[in-house]
């Protein structure tokens, strides 16, 4: 019997998905490297949890007002 690949709650992420494959087929030691291999936290506060330090001044082009105005103007 065919069951539909409908997601109970939303999708299982990939790497449950992955573990309990891997469980299912007895692969204890892999299923445990994939667990391992999961970052402690998540992958936003990795990146964006402290602010390094920017040179502002090389920031004029970007706040340029002309280029901010043709950006603004342009045709999507």
């Not at 065919?2 to 992420?13: A, E, H, K, M």
């Not at 992958?43 to 001044?57: L, N, T």
């Not at 280029?67 to 045709?75: D, F, H, N, P, Y």
């Amino acid at each position: 019997m065919d069951v539909p690949n409908v997601p109970l709650f939303g999708q299982i992420p990939d790497v449950l998905e992955d573990v309990w494959v891997a469980m299912a087929l007895g692969e204890k030691e892999h299923a445990k490297k994939i667990i391992d291999a999961v970052p402690q936290s998540h992958p936003f506060e990795i990146r964006y949890a402290k602010v390094e330090k920017i040179d502002w001044e090389s920031c004029r082009k970007v706040l340029d007002q002309k280029e901010k105005q043709r950006i603004l103007r342009a045709t999507w």
